[in-house]
């Protein structure tokens, strides 16, 4: 199993740029969830997805959009990149409701940079 | 509204020593979940240990226990025997149960001397 995994692993963007960060999971998770990490803020999340089709979002939602077509795939996308979302972006992924122990599975991470 | 805290922004301690990072948390369900991960500086996420709040007895994973205290609402990680690889950000994480939204506390930056 890859496990959970993201690309690309480093971004540099100009203001206004748009993208899609990829994400993709073959543990059959029903759970995925994409975070941003910033100094001193600890991870914060951003949308969730407890399953294909449905998606919700987060404690900083704004600039965001999710969709989730699939089980396998939660691509989180930029539409007009600005400055504040220069961040580390973790995917992660979790079996869901039935099991108790829900502990999240992490991607790799994306280091994107905004000028 | 729900929050974890952690007040250690970093800590040391020996070799082979233990070690106590503190994490509190506040929040009004009465079922949730606990997680700490550590983060090392090539920095992927690792999950280390998971305690349910109706759980009796303090989760343990090898070297790594968790003090909990719910009346107090603390959860505590406890590291024994530390080794230099244990050097990494530690992460407290909460998830209430039913609102599949995890929060994070900032996070305890550990280094361990040799």
């Known amino acids: 199993n890859a496990g959970v995994t993201q690309t690309p692993k480093f971004q540099v963007l100009k203001t206004g740029q748009s993208m899609t960060l990829q994400c993709a999971q073959d543990?059959?998770?029903?759970?995925m969830s994409w975070y941003r990490q910033d100094p001193g803020m600890g991870l914060r999340l951003i949308h969730y997805?407890?399953?294909?089709?449905?998606?919700d979002q987060g404690e900083v939602p704004n600039g965001y959009n999710v969709s989730r077509s699939t089980t396998e795939d939660f691509p989180l996308r930029l539409l007009s990149a600005a400055p504040s979302q220069t961040s580390v972006y973790f995917c992660?992924?979790?079996?869901?409701?039935?099991?108790?122990?829900?502990?999240?599975?992490f991607g790799p991470g994306t280091r994107l940079t905004v000028l | 509204a729900q929050k974890i805290t952690q007040t250690q922004p970093g800590m040391f301690v020996q070799e082979k020593e233990a070690v106590t990072l503190d994490c509190t948390y506040d929040?009004?369900?009465?079922?949730?979940?606990l997680f700490w991960y550590k983060q090392p500086s090539s920095g992927e996420m690792i999950f280390l240990i998971y305690?349910?709040?109706?759980?009796?007895q303090n989760a343990t994973e090898g070297r790594y226990s968790l003090n909990f205290q719910k009346a107090r609402k603390s959860a505590n990680l406890v590291i024994s025997a530390s080794q230099l690889g244990d050097s990494a950000m530690y992460f407290c994480?909460?998830?209430?149960?039913?609102?599949?939204?995890?929060?994070f506390g900032t996070g305890t930056r550990l280094k361990v001397l040799a």
């Open positions: 992660a992924s979790s079996y869901g409701r039935e099991v108790a122990r829900n502990e999240q599975f």
């Open positions: 543990m059959n998770h029903e759970y």
């Open positions: 997805s407890v399953g294909a089709g449905i998606t």
């Open positions: 929040t009004s369900d009465p079922s949730y979940g």
């Open positions: 305690q349910g709040s109706y759980d009796q």
């Open positions: 994480a909460m998830e209430s149960s039913g609102t599949y939204k995890y929060i």
